[in-house]
C-alpha cells in the first residue's frame, strides 16, 4: 500500500526554522514527482514547493522563495522541507504529495498524499 508520512512540524518563533520530513513506504520516490503543500484554517491549499522525478528540477512558491528549500534522499526514501526564516502567515497543516515523474504546483495533479504536520509559528 502507498502511504506518505509527514514529520517535523511544530511550534517555533518567527525567523525560527524546521525541517519537515516526507517518508515513503509501499513504492519507490525515485520515479515520483514530490510536491508539498499547506493548508491555512479558513484557506484553500496551496502549493508551496515540488521537485521532480526527472531532472531533479525544482520549484517554489513566490511566498517561501529564498527561505525554503526542498531536496530527496532517494536512498532513505525520503523528500525534506528545509524552512528557514520561519514567519507567522507560514502557519499551516503542510502535506507532502506523490504524482508521475513531473511537478507540479497544482493540488489536483497529485495522486497520494501524506495525514499532514502542523507548523505553527507565533511568539
Known amino acids: 500500500q502507498l502511504q506518505l508520512v509527514e514529520s517535523g512540524g511544530g511550534l517555533v518563533q518567527p525567523g525560527g526554522s524546521l525541517r519537515l520530513s516526507c517518508a515513503a513506504s509501499?513504492?519507490?520516490?525515485?520515479?515520483?514527482?514530490i510536491g508539498w503543500f499547506r493548508q491555512a484554517p479558513g484557506k484553500e491549499r496551496e502549493g508551496v514547493s515540488c521537485?521532480?522525478?526527472?531532472?531533479?528540477?525544482?520549484y517554489y512558491a513566490d511566498s517561501v522563495k529564498g527561505r525554503f528549500t526542498i531536496s530527496r534522499d532517494n536512498a532513505k526514501n525520503t523528500v525534506y522541507l528545509q524552512m528557514n526564516s520561519l514567519k507567522p502567515e507560514d502557519t499551516a497543516v503542510y502535506y507532502c504529495?506523490?504524482?508521475?515523474?513531473?511537478?507540479?504546483?497544482?493540488?489536483?495533479?497529485?495522486?497520494?498524499w501524506g495525514q499532514g504536520t502542523q507548523v505553527t509559528v507565533s511568539s
Open positions: 504529495a506523490a504524482r508521475g515523474l513531473i511537478a507540479t504546483m497544482v493540488v489536483e495533479e497529485y495522486d497520494y
Open positions: 509501499g513504492f519507490t520516490l525515485d520515479y515520483y514527482a
Open positions: 521537485i521532480s522525478s526527472s531532472d531533479g528540477s525544482t
